[in-house]
């Protein structure tokens, strides 16, 4: 594998470990785990209140991307699959945060990451693909 690919995956998989450990917290603990991060009162009831779609959405998103890096990391043809799966995800989330609530207002600051998040997603889907078939350059 090129250097580069090594990079994308380690920085990819690090990430991926760090969103799926807030995942887990902000589903295990809710309101505790938000306020304990920061969050405005405003903020932990936005993110409280999400529907099951809009979850599912980032649980797709946050695992797909994880398991899609350890994937590439592994040299296996899913991660392109696993990329893709995590760019559909996203963009479910970014349909609820962004298209239908004021997620742009809960989130602050952060508002463009989940746009940034799944474009980085959907261009690893062929970068990945390449680079399992052995097209990309060293």
């Not at 690919?5 to 920085?11: D, H, I, S």
């Not at 450990?21 to 809710?30: C, E, K, N, W, Y």
């Not at 936005?46 to 979850?55: K, R």
């Not at 399992?132 to 350059?137: I, S």
């Amino acid at each position: 594998m090129p250097w580069h690919g090594w990079l994308l995956g380690g920085v990819l998989a690090i990430y991926g470990l760090a969103a799926g450990f807030d995942h887990f917290m902000s589903l295990a603990q809710g309101e505790a785990y938000y306020r304990g991060s920061g969050m405005s009162d405003m903020q932990v009831a936005y993110f409280s209140a999400q529907p099951p779609w809009a979850i599912a959405g980032w649980t797709v998103s946050v695992w797909a991307g994880l398991w899609g890096a350890l994937a590439m990391l592994l040299r296996r043809r899913l991660a392109s699959l696993l990329f893709a799966l995590a760019t559909g995800g996203s963009l479910v989330y970014i349909a609820y945060v962004l298209v239908r609530t004021n997620g742009r207002e809960a989130m602050g600051v952060l508002w463009a990451m989940p746009l940034v998040l799944a474009a980085l997603m959907a261009l690893m889907v062929p970068y990945s693909h390449y680079l399992a078939a052995g097209r990309v350059p060293r």
